[in-house]
């Protein structure tokens, strides 16, 4: 029989989360001296040291207490199923749900699985948090996340991967530049135009391979991390963009019109995947999620292409 207790595994993880094992105790409604005594328990029980406790520096890690951590998660998701299995009738998912998104696929692919989530299994409940790719991944991997929506793109080793969909990059320009007379543009064409550029990962890196392919450089005027501050600009009239989402209408949020047109010759499109922990046990709240992504029809994730 095991010489740890669940208690102690969440007292870990929320230490883990907070770094403090005062801002822990807050969470878990214990006393300082309760958490202080469960990690303690827990450390005898392992035979490890699990944690490094400094008064003016919180409480991080050891890499072993790292190690355990994520095989904490894993306990304490399958106890929760354990749980809720006996609660609900058969069929029914209960359970808590963490994932994320890189930012610019948050409005047009994260936020329709959640809607299907939530008419589906109105017992699963969900956690989401929208950011750069690299944060999203490394997220899921230190198992923070369960989930996470990305581009199928310079991702880290230790994720499996399920596509979701292709989108292609495409040039957005602000209503009667000149360019707009034409189908399609090249980027030859747009290199000495003033880009706003959406600086962050991996968008920034894909719209300089796409420029370097052609063996020329953009002229960079204004750089951005938001999807729609972007789409703003170009809108102002300071410049043009290249983005791979295409929200439905072709509109700023100020209501200014937008011209969206293919590049030419046509650039190669970007996979959409959801990634897990490919060394993780995916909860069954994750799984059904994973399920849902698959069975979705294209045109629900997919704005029309350019």
């Given amino acids: 029989m095991p010489r740890f207790t669940l208690r102690q595994m969440e007292a870990l993880l929320s230490v883990a989360e907070t770094g403090s094992i005062a801002q822990a105790a807050r969470q878990l409604g214990l006393s300082a001296s309760a958490v202080t005594g469960a990690l ?54 209960h359970g808590r749900l963490s994932i994320g998104s890189y930012v610019s696929l948050g409005p047009t692919v994260l936020t329709p699985l959640l809607a299907e989530v939530a008419g589906k299994h109105p017992g699963v409940e969900v956690e989401f948090s929208t950011g750069s790719q690299e944060q999203m991944c490394q997220r899921v991997l230190s198992g923070d996340l369960d989930l996470a929506v990305a581009y199928d793109l310079n991702l880290p080793a230790g994720l499996r991967t399920v596509p979701l969909g292709r989108f292609t990059p495409h040039a957005v320009l602000p209503q009667n530049h000149p360019l707009t007379e034409q189908a399609t543009v090249s980027l030859r064409q747009l290199a000495s135009e003033p880009m706003i550029m959406l600086d962050i990962s991996p968008s920034r890196e894909n719209t300089f391979l796409l420029f370097t392919a052609e063996g020329i450089t953009p002229t960079i005027a204004y750089r951005t991390t938001d999807f729609e501050v972007s789409r703003s600009m170009v809108g102002a009239g300071l410049g043009y963009a290249i983005l791979t989402q295409r929200p439905a209408g072709d509109r700023t949020y100020t209501g200014q019109p937008l011209e969206v047109r293919r590049l030419h010759p046509r650039v190669r499109s970007l996979d959409v995947v959801m990634v897990c922990n490919a060394r993780a046990r995916l909860s069954r709240p994750a799984a059904v999620m994973m399920e849902i992504a698959q069975a979705l029809p294209a045109h629900v994730l997919h704005p029309s292409d350019p």
């Fill in 40 to 93: 303690n328990e827990l450390e005898r029980a392992l035979d490890s040291t699990l944690t490094i406790r400094r008064k003016a520096h919180g409480v991080t890690l050891t890499p072993t207490g790292v190690h355990v951590a994520e095989e904490a998660r894993t306990l304490m998701s399958l106890s929760e199923e354990i749980e809720q299995s006996t609660r609900g009738s058969q069929g029914d998912v």
